[in-house]
């Protein structure tokens, strides 16, 4: 159920109205086969109330039928529409492989961590949480190579880096943040690093994007 409020609006419009519909028929198929309490039969029933039959009934679903899938056609391709475009930095960075990458050649291992997604007609938004063993050198050298690794996803990826931030040096950081454009797309990336002894940490990367207010 938690899934479905989180639904875009026409897609939720569309997850409640075909249910909505399914009961609609089912009601008027039971009321077809009944008829109202008192009524002898079908050819002695009160002239002045209308005999819902399954035939008639039918036909109303019949013509109603065509209604809803262009109903359903339509909200489908509001919300296709309207889906962000983003760069593909987000989803590459909610991804254990840079990490992987940067921390080969100390040994790197990683224990089960966590991350999740966020996304709206004008922003796309992942994080990500490592928590990182190594057999030889600090996490400092660690995070340096992460950076560069994340940079050179950007660039990869056609981004234009805009903004630099970095606490500690180029090799030995702490943490740090990149500020870019793709298109008519805004992005940041902010990774910090929590130390609890010289070869563990926990370290978390965040990327967001949005559509640019001057594209």
Same mark, same amino acid.
């Given at each position: 159920?938690?899934?479905?409020?989180?639904l875009? #609006? =026409?897609? +939720?419009?569309?997850?409640?109205?075909?249910?909505?519909?399914? @009961?609609?028929?089912l009601? %008027?198929?039971?009321? &077809?086969?009944?008829?109202?309490?008192?009524?002898?039969?079908?050819?002695?029933?009160?002239?002045?109330?209308?005999?819902?039959?399954?035939?008639?009934?039918?036909?109303?679903?019949?013509?109603?039928?065509?209604?809803?899938i262009?109903?359903?056609?339509?909200?489908?391709?509001?919300?296709?529409?309207?889906?962000?475009?983003?760069?593909?930095?987000?989803?590459?960075?909610?991804?254990? #492989? =840079?990490? +992987?990458?940067?921390?080969?050649?100390?040994?790197?291992?990683? @224990?089960?961590?966590?991350? %999740?997604?966020?996304? &709206?007609?004008?922003?796309?938004?992942?994080?990500?949480?490592?928590?990182?063993?190594?057999?030889?050198?600090?996490?400092?050298?660690?995070?340096?190579?992460?950076?560069?690794?994340?940079?050179?996803?950007?660039?990869?990826?056609?981004?234009?880096?805009?903004?630099?931030?970095?606490?500690?040096?180029s090799?030995?950081?702490?943490?740090?943040?990149?500020?870019?454009?793709?298109?008519? #797309?805004?992005?940041?990336v902010?990774?910090?690093?929590?130390?609890?002894t010289?070869?563990?940490?926990?370290?978390?990367?965040?990327?967001?994007?949005?559509?640019?207010?001057?594209?």
């Open positions: 159920m938690r899934r479905i409020w989180k875009n #609006t =026409p897609l +939720l419009a569309l997850a409640l109205t075909v249910p909505a519909e399914i @009961a609609f028929c009601v %008027g198929f039971i009321a &077809g086969r009944m008829g109202r309490p008192g009524e002898p039969s079908r050819r002695g029933c009160n002239p002045r109330v209308p005999w819902v039959s399954s035939l008639s009934l039918g036909r109303r679903l019949t013509m109603r039928t065509p209604i809803i262009a109903f359903s056609v339509s909200l489908l391709g509001v919300t296709s529409c309207s889906r962000f475009s983003s760069s593909g930095i987000p989803a590459s960075l909610n991804s254990d #492989t =840079p990490m +992987l990458m940067a921390g080969h050649a100390q040994g790197i291992k990683l @224990a089960p961590g966590s991350s %999740g997604e966020e996304f &709206g007609s004008r922003y796309f938004e992942t994080e990500r949480r490592f928590y990182t063993t190594l057999s030889s050198g600090k996490i400092e050298q660690l995070l340096a190579a992460y950076r560069r690794e994340i940079e050179h996803i950007m660039t990869s990826a056609g981004a234009e880096i805009r903004e630099r931030g970095i606490t500690g040096t090799n030995n950081v702490q943490d740090f943040s990149f500020g870019y454009t793709w298109g008519g #797309t805004d992005g940041i902010r990774v910090f690093s929590f130390t609890s010289n070869n563990e940490a926990q370290i978390v990367m965040v990327c967001y994007e949005h559509q640019s207010t001057a594209g």
